[in-house]
């Protein structure tokens, strides 16, 4: 892209910061607070106030200040209407509604910019922990205006995964013995966010997740020198029909590459749907 293209990002990224800020203190209000709650996905998925109001915060700011774009949001009905543009804002209201209610402070807003099927923008605010992360394209990654770049440990170290027990137990012994397991991370960009900051070297994503839970994620994994393939080594592409991903694989360099090869030998056993 040009440098005209970035300087765009670059206004788009700071749009979506404040928008997700003020989203985020609007969601906040309703943190420990016993919001009201629905269930969606036929009972799976819990929604609460909470999501509802940090989306109608999210839309009002975004909507208005570019009437252009079109809209993907995990909490406003879909349509048709977004697959003809090729610039879209993607939103996750929040990140990790189960641990919002919960009272864990693992949870985010998540705002991505999308053009043309990649994110160019993208901003995870995480209120509860003050921790704002955000990318735009051509430029790097921050955490709190810092830079962050993803984990040095050399490949023959052992590697912090994001992984469930039974999923780790099924791959190929060599490969088990580079892996340390670490706890569970309920908010699924959260847990990106982590391989971005070298907090940990990498992490599985099971089938079906979404498009707003890892637009935002994706890029500032990629600016910070990481990246989130499939399993056939494929970055993601965005706002098509569908938006529901396959299995995933979020690390950096060699020892990505390693853990695709792995988890894309449990293809075809019914392993690969586990998470941690």
């Not at 969606?40 to 998925?45: A, I, L, M, T």
């Not at 804002?89 to 990140?95: Q, S, V």
């Not at 699924?188 to 637009?215: C, F, N, Q």
């Not at 935002?216 to 910070?224: F, N, P, T």
Request: charged fraction near 25%; charge should be negative.
């Amino acid at each position: 892209m040009s440098d005209v293209d970035n300087g765009r990002w670059q206004g788009d990224l700071e749009l979506i910061a404040d928008a997700a800020r003020q989203a985020g203190v609007v969601a906040l209000g309703y943190f420990n607070q016993s919001p009201e709650v629905w269930w969606k996905n036929e009972g799976r998925s819990p929604v609460s106030a909470a999501d509802f109001a940090a989306n109608e915060t999210l839309e009002r700011i975004l909507r208005a200040a570019r009437p252009d774009y079109g809209w993907l949001s995990e909490e406003t009905d879909d349509g048709a209407e977004r697959l003809s543009r090729d610039t879209v804002f993607i939103i996750d209201p929040i990140d990790g509604t189960r641990a919002f209610l919960a009272g864990q402070d693992l949870w985010c807003v998540s705002v991505a910019v999308v053009h043309r099927g990649r994110p160019v923008a993208g901003v995870l605010y995480a209120p509860a922990l003050r921790e704002l992360y955000e990318a735009s394209q051509g430029g790097v990654a921050l955490k709190n205006g810092n830079r962050i770049t993803v984990s040095d440990r050399a490949p023959d170290q052992p590697g912090r995964f994001a992984i469930a027990e039974d999923v780790l137990k099924h791959l190929p012994e060599a490969l088990r013995g580079t892996v340390e397991r670490v706890r569970h991370v309920p908010s699924l960009a959260y847990r990106i966010a982590m391989v971005a900051d070298g907090r940990i070297e990498g992490t599985y994503v099971k089938p079906h997740s979404h498009d707003w839970d890892l637009a935002a994620a994706d890029l500032i994994l990629e600016r910070a020198g990481g990246q989130l393939l499939d399993l056939d080594g494929q970055p993601l592409s965005y706002n098509r029909p569908h938006v529901v991903q396959d299995a995933l694989c979020a690390g950096a360099g060699e020892r990505l590459a390693g853990f695709i090869a792995g988890m894309a030998g449990l293809r075809g056993r019914g392993l690969i749907d586990r998470c941690c």
